[in-house]
């Protein structure tokens, strides 16, 4: 399809979707009421994330100077309503993930991978001078860049397919171990992780749950392992590295924009959104499902 097929496809799931997500519910108690509808707002958002648009007022501008005969009340707003309205639809762009997740798109629960992305919001240098995120936002290690970061860390589980499934946000220096019970809270199968998950003791805990976490073993428990798991779970994990380059190269989530949690969340929810109805889509065409370039030709 081509990119107003592309747009039109996304506003017309989403549309329909919106009204199941609130329960035919009005979203808003007075004031009155915004010239763009949700549907539109959200769409703009998922198709802006798949461009690779990460800045609002770049978003704004692209569908304000390219798409004002599909969304003719963007001729009439401005950026900072435009803002305050996306933001203000975070619950429902996880209400229409968690829907998409849980009732639409098949896969298969029992497998699953975890592991974490950094989310820097402000450059090193910049740090010490820097107020957002104050008390929140921690330094951490970016292993990829291997560099120090200041922000947080997406905690991810996908399926075995590669559908984003479960994602928990939590500052840079929180390791990956620790944070795997709270990340596979209520789950049950068999985890694939890297060397961080591996911690006999988490590992022991998980499997009291029902979740078996298979990690790659390290040197100070290498005698304990067999001489082959290392090698063999350093393979099959190699999809969770694809889904996070798709969220850093096209979504830009190692570069935040945004000054205060609401909006990071916000952010984080609509490329989420954004990945799961690209992974749906190439699940109808019976393609593979994260190859998103195809989408749009």
Same mark, same amino acid.
């Given at each position: 399809?081509?990119?107003?097929?592309?747009?039109?496809?996304?506003?017309?799931?989403?549309?329909?979707?919106?009204?199941?997500?609130?329960?035919?519910?009005?979203?808003?108690?007075?004031?009155?009421?915004?010239?763009?509808?949700?549907?539109?707002?959200?769409?703009?958002?998922?198709?802006?994330?798949?461009?690779?648009?990460?800045?609002?007022?770049?978003?704004?501008?692209?569908?304000?100077?390219?798409?004002?005969?599909?969304?003719?009340?963007?001729?009439?707003?401005?950026?900072?309503?435009?803002?305050?309205?996306?933001?203000?639809?975070?619950?429902?762009?996880?209400?229409?993930?968690?829907?998409?997740?849980?009732?639409?798109?098949?896969?298969?629960?029992?497998?699953?991978?975890?592991?974490?992305? @950094?989310?820097?919001?402000?450059?090193?240098?910049? $740090?010490?001078?820097? *107020? /957002?995120? #104050?008390?929140?936002?921690?330094? &951490?290690?970016?292993?990829?860049?291997?560099?120090?970061?200041?922000?947080?860390?997406?905690?991810?589980?996908?399926?075995?397919?590669?559908?984003?499934?479960?994602?928990?946000?939590?500052?840079?220096?929180?390791?990956?171990?620790?944070?795997?019970?709270?990340?596979?809270?209520?789950?049950?199968?068999?985890?694939?992780?890297?060397?961080?998950?591996?911690?006999?003791?988490?590992?022991?805990?998980?499997?009291?749950?029902?979740?078996?976490?298979?990690?790659?073993?390290?040197?100070?428990?290498? @005698?304990?392992?067999?001489?082959?798991?290392?090698? $063999?779970?350093?393979? *099959? /994990?190699? #999809?969770?590295?694809?889904?996070? &380059?798709?969220?850093?190269?096209?979504?830009?989530?190692?570069?935040?924009?945004?000054?205060?949690?609401?909006?990071?969340?916000?952010?984080?929810?609509?490329?989420?959104?954004?990945?799961?109805?690209?992974?749906?889509?190439?699940?109808?065409?019976?393609?593979?499902?994260?190859?998103?370039?195809?989408?749009?030709?």
């Amino acid at each position: 399809m081509n990119l107003d097929d592309f747009i039109i496809t996304c506003f017309c799931l989403i549309d329909e979707m919106v009204p199941m997500m609130t329960k035919e519910q009005p979203l808003r108690a007075r004031g009155p009421m915004p010239k763009l509808c949700d549907s539109e707002v959200i769409t703009m958002e998922v198709v802006g994330s798949y461009l690779g648009l990460n800045q609002d007022s770049a978003l704004f501008a692209y569908f304000q100077r390219h798409y004002t005969s599909f969304f003719p009340a963007l001729a009439q707003l401005s950026r900072t309503t435009f803002v305050r309205q996306a933001a203000n639809l975070w619950v429902v762009k996880e209400r229409i993930w968690c829907w998409l997740r849980d009732a639409v798109i098949p896969y298969d629960p029992t497998i699953s991978i975890v592991d974490s992305v @950094p989310v820097p919001v402000c450059r090193f240098a910049r $740090v010490p001078w820097c *107020v /957002r995120f #104050r008390g929140l936002a921690s330094y &951490g290690k970016d292993h990829v860049d291997r560099q120090t970061f200041y922000g947080f860390r997406l905690h991810a589980q996908i399926s075995w397919t590669g559908l984003i499934t479960r994602a928990f946000l939590a500052p840079a220096n929180e390791a990956d171990g620790v944070m795997a019970p709270v990340l596979l809270e209520g789950t049950t199968g068999v985890v694939l992780g890297d060397r961080n998950y591996c911690l006999p003791d988490r590992q022991a805990f998980l499997r009291s749950k029902g979740i078996a976490l298979q990690a790659p073993f390290r040197k100070a428990h290498s @005698p304990k392992a067999a001489a082959y798991q290392s090698s $063999v779970l350093g393979r *099959v /994990r190699y #999809r969770i590295d694809t889904v996070f &380059g798709q969220l850093t190269d096209r979504c830009k989530i190692k570069r935040v924009w945004a000054r205060d949690l609401w909006h990071v969340r916000n952010y984080l929810l609509r490329c989420l959104l954004m990945h799961s109805i690209c992974f749906w889509f190439n699940q109808q065409q019976e393609v593979p499902p994260l190859q998103f370039d195809r989408l749009v030709v």
